[in-house]
């Protein structure tokens, strides 16, 4: 019983956790600082989609 409650536990943690790098991105100018502006889009990408996946695999753990 206690692994499921820390199964749902880790799987909002992930929900939350993804940092959104949105703001970030609206104060950089892409024309203006190219590298740095593909660097935290890509960043943000990859936080996405890895909490999409830690939360996916957490939930199924939870409902098993």
Same mark, same amino acid.
């Given at each position: 019983? =206690? =692994?499921r409650k820390l199964s749902w536990k880790l799987?909002? #943690?992930a929900m939350f956790a993804a940092s959104?790098?949105?703001s970030t991105?609206?104060?950089l100018n892409q024309e203006?600082?190219?590298f740095v502006y593909s660097l935290v889009f #890509?960043?943000?990408v990859v936080n996405d989609a890895t909490s999409v996946v830690l939360f996916n695999v957490l939930f199924k753990n939870f409902n098993t």
């Open positions: 019983m =206690a =692994a799987a909002i #943690g959104d790098s949105v991105l609206q104060v203006e600082t190219t #890509g960043e943000s």
